[in-house]
């Protein structure tokens, strides 16, 4: 049962990532058609594409968790590694979700909770195959993006930023110091 479950919600994850990607193609095919487009023209045709994206689709607040949004609605939306980790977003921080009704998700941080800055040492689980930053007697997972971004490697003094309260499996790399430059 759980694994139907699964595979129903890969395939609407599917659906909206191939809706999205031919929303982007149809915008990319008009504006290719255009003979001596103005600025104007193209301004106005990525203007409604943004604003089409909170005026037309649905949108959800919800709370990270260091991987995902918890939204209010029960449900969880997976976030770009790539923004969770540009934006150092930390488990708890508020979020809002616009989803357009082609399918685009667009993450706002919408209200970060209180942090707290530790220096660790990076490493990785040989188990799992997961980074965490090890301060003290307490370890914290990091997402991957933010190692490869950072160009991180076992044994490397990295920064994190947890919630305040120190709630948290999970925290955001805020910078590596390389191993080799100390």
Known sequence: MQNQNTQNQNNELLRKVLRQAQENIRSALELLGMDG????????????????????????????????????????????????????LVNGDRLKLAISLGGNFIFKQIGPVERNRLVGTLALDPATKQYVVTSGERQWKVLTASVTFYRGEPGDETVILIPQNGESAWAAVDNIVKQSAL
């Open 37 to 88: 487009a103005s600025s104007e023209k193209v301004a106005e045709l990525i203007t409604r594409k943004e604003t089409g994206a909170v005026a037309t689709g649905r949108t959800i607040e919800g709370i990270f968790d260091g991987q995902k949004m918890i939204g209010g609605d029960g449900q969880s939306y997976s976030v770009p590694p790539n923004y969770a980790s540009k934006s150092k």
